[in-house]
């Protein structure tokens, strides 16, 4: 369109110049001057004031016919550079969606879960929202708004000259070409945001069954867990209570043995109370033993060889007239307190023996290790074999403080339950090593059917 009305540019100044021509042929002469502003258009006057000629209605109607082709060029130029922009933002789009759709066909690509984030974070139509199906509305409602810009840009008409009909200005279409151009850019578009939509739904559709089989998983273990845990229950619950159980130490070796897991704190007097069976000779061997660093016999009972029972302080010796070799059970307590050294020694809720001077003025020692079965030569381990508990011992408690005789009568006939204030016997204190046993027990029933 551009060049034919630059053509018939042209045409119409050549026509001018014949005119002109044939005028100065026959005499006549045209002079054109520029006008002033605000002047009326015609004919002036030579600078010595002679009135120049008038000019024919055929070039009156050649000069307008030019003016009005320059400013059609110019509206021409202005409509092209307003389609430029329009193309080129269509363009850019384009290519934003191509960009897309050949990184989410590269072969390379997961289908992970870290690859379906990134996907839904891209941006090729402006901000998509992260969820496929908001994803799918967004990428319609931009469908629909380049479909309403293109039927825009086909109803937009240019102006353009009849020059045959003399009448003014006329109006033509959208240059086909473009209209065509326009079209097919926008049919790529739509496929290629078809196939988006189709690959953001399976998209969801595995996520989704992903999803669905993680939690089946999820809940199948979940399952298997509380079944788990549920038949340790049973197992370990086979005590009615924490508290009713004991523990069998069978053999007479150096790695048979129980540990209680809380400590001791500072003390300045302890009772410590137990029920034992034994039948092993020559000595029962070593019930319990407490040891600190620096200090493995800090507390320990053992009777060993054909010596008796003793008891050890900060491994200060005392002898106890205790008796609990006769494959019976027996519940023994001993006493101690810093002050003087003062002990006392209960079998069966009776007191057979005191003492004094067994580590006077000697405050127990915290942080160590208390073990069943064993005598300590370091903290915690060295056993040895000679000197093994062999027997099954239960409700090992230990306090801080002398016990009252009515109370440990309590504990000896049954009829008083004090669990220890400093170390409790119950089934989350003690761990067993080298084939040591746990096994239920109520005490006052066994100990009454022995009777």
């Known amino acids: 369109m551009l060049a034919e009305l630059v053509a018939l540019f042209y045409l119409l100044s050549s026509v001018a110049s014949q005119q002109e021509a044939a005028a100065a042929a026959t005499g006549g002469r045209f002079v054109c001057n520029a006008i002033p502003p605000g002047a009326e258009p015609g004919c002036g006057s030579s600078p010595t004031g002679n009135r120049l000629q008038m000019s024919s209605p055929a070039e009156d109607e050649l000069r307008n016919t030019i003016i009005r082709l320059r400013e059609t060029i110019l509206q ?28 989410s066909a590269q072969p390379g690509k997961s289908r992970g879960h870290g690859s379906r984030r990134k996907e839904y974070g891209k941006n090729t139509m402006g901000d998509l929202p992260r969820d496929p199906g908001e994803t799918i509305n967004q990428l319609g409602k931009t469908m629909q708004s380049l479909k309403g810009r293109l039927e825009s840009l086909e109803s937009l008409q240019l102006p353009g000259i009849n020059v045959s009909a ?25 496929t290629q945001l078809l196939r988006k939509v189709a690959e953001l739904e399976e998209e969801k559709s595995q996520l989704y069954n992903e999803t669905a089989a993680h939690r089946q998983r999820t809940e199948n ?27 069998s130490l069978s053999l007479r070796t150096n790695y048979l043995y129980g540990r209680i897991k809380k400590s001791l704190p500072e003390m ?28 493995a ?19 200060k010796v005392a002898q106890l007239p205790l008796s609990v070799s006769d494959g019976r059970w027996h519940h023994i307590c001993i006493t101690w307190t810093t002050r003087d050294g003062f002990w006392e020694a209960y079998q069966d809720g009776e007191r057979l023996g005191t003492g004094d001077n067994l580590a006077p003025w000697h405050p127990i020692k915290s942080g160590g290790v208390i073990i069943l079965g064993q005598e300590q030569d370091i903290v915690g381990g060295r056993f040895d074999a000679t000197q ?46 080298g084939g040591a046993t746990k096994a239920p027990l109520e005490i006052c029933e066994d100990r009454a059917f022995d009777s």
Not at 90 to 98: H, I, Q
Not at 169 to 174: F, G, R, S
Not at 297 to 315: H, T
């Open 76 to 103: 021409q130029k202005e409509t092209i550079v307003s389609q430029q922009g329009t193309i080129k933002e269509l363009n850019s789009k384009l290519a934003r969606c191509e960009a897309a759709a050949d990184d």
């Open 166 to 190: 003399g009448s003014g200005p006329a109006l033509t279409p959208l240059p086909s070409q473009l209209r065509e151009l326009l079209g097919q850019r926008l049919g790529l578009l739509e």
């Open 221 to 247: 273990a979940l399952n298997s867990l509380l079944e788990r845990i549920t038949e340790l229950e049973k197992n370990n619950n086979a005590f009615k209570s924490p508290e009713d159980f004991k523990v």
């Open 268 to 295: 300045y007097a302890f009772t410590v109370c137990m029920w034992l069976k034994s039948s092993a000779g020559p000595g029962i061997g070593t019930p319990f033993s407490y040891g600190v660093a620096g200090q």
């Open 297 to 315: 016999n800090e507390i320990v009972l053992i009777e060993w060889g054909n010596n008796p029972i003793e008891l050890l302080v900060n491994d």
């Open 388 to 433: 093994a508990f062999v027997g099954e011992l239960s409700q090992f408690n230990m306090w801080d403080r002398v016990l009252r005789p009515m109370d440990i009568v309590g504990l000896a006939n049954c009829s008083a339950y004090m669990p220890g204030n400093v170390v409790p016997w119950i089934d989350a204190n003690v761990e067993v090593f």
